[in-house]
């Protein structure tokens, strides 16, 4: 189904780069020949996924229902959502649940508490996988293999404290799958502290991972280990006694 490919890919460019999109924008993005893209857009239009506003397009609301089954109410995201906010109650922090997908993490649910940081984070947010608490938690979850593919070879640093040598990224990596858990400390922004665990089925496979974000300022690495994680492993816990 090629087409269908081309279309959906035409789609998620939307995502990937604004909501505001041209013919020669999206032909730039996704890599597919001009007149492809344009009768992606016009389906996309007829179906009422998009609208056409003179040379740009832009996504329409009936683009949630693409989404009707991830954030049903028997979905994990749906049933993990008040175990945030009883999380984010009991730590006075934001906390998140997020899903690999690629080399990136999504946040399928998230209970913030206001915080004044650069990184705005929201549900169907993306985040490189190898940079934060809950793609590492969900990297080492991976068979070696698969996990070595999906780590760049070559790692921006992020900030000062970004860890860049990826020889010794696999090396923490292979410590989270032994710990059950991860700590990344403003790796990826200054004064960000996070640390996260597995969500794992009733198979137990891990099929997501719950974080909590904190101010570096505020909390200590020591402080997210003695107080936070043993929390977020009991939320952990009850969520995968509720996943479907």
């Known amino acids: 189904m090629q087409s269908l490919a081309r279309g959906l890919a035409v789609l998620e460019a939307f995502s990937d780069h604004g909501s505001d999109q041209t013919i ?23 179906l009422g ?3 056409q506003q003179e040379k740009s397009y832009r996504p329409r609301p009936r683009v949630l229902r693409l989404a009707d089954a991830f954030l049903s109410d028997r979905s994990l ?3 993990a ?6 999380l984010r109650d009991e730590l006075s922090e934001s906390c998140s649940l997020g899903v690999l997908e690629g080399d990136e993490i999504i946040y399928a649910a998230r209970a913030s508490q206001s915080r004044i940081m650069a990184v ?3 549900v169907g947010s993306r985040l490189p996988a190898w940079c934060t608490s809950m793609g590492r ?29 990826r020889r010794e990224l696999l090396k923490e990596i292979t410590a989270v799958a032994r710990q ?34 904190t101010n570096a300022f505020d909390r200590s690495a020591d402080e997210l280990l003695d107080t936070f ?9 009850k969520l995968s006694r509720l996943a479907p």
């Open 24 to 46: 020669s924008r999206l032909t730039e993005h996704t890599q597919l020949p001009r007149s492809v893209v344009v009768r992606c857009l016009h389906t996309l239009v007829q």
């Open 49 to 51: 996924y998009l609208e």
């Open 77 to 79: 995201p749906a049933i």
């Open 81 to 86: 959502q008040p175990i945030l906010e009883e």
């Open 120 to 122: 705005s984070l929201h």
């Open 137 to 165: 938690v969900l990297l080492a979850s991976l068979p070696v293999e698969q996990r070595e593919a999906l780590v760049p070879s070559c790692l921006a640093a992020l900030t000062p404290n970004t860890q860049t040598d």
């Open 180 to 213: 059950g858990y991860a700590v990344v400390d403003q790796e990826l922004e200054l004064g960000l502290r996070s640390i996260a665990v597995p969500v794992v089925d009733k198979l137990g496979v891990t099929v997501a991972a719950l974080n909590a974000g």
């Open 229 to 237: 994680l043993p929390v977020l492993r009991a939320g952990a816990v």
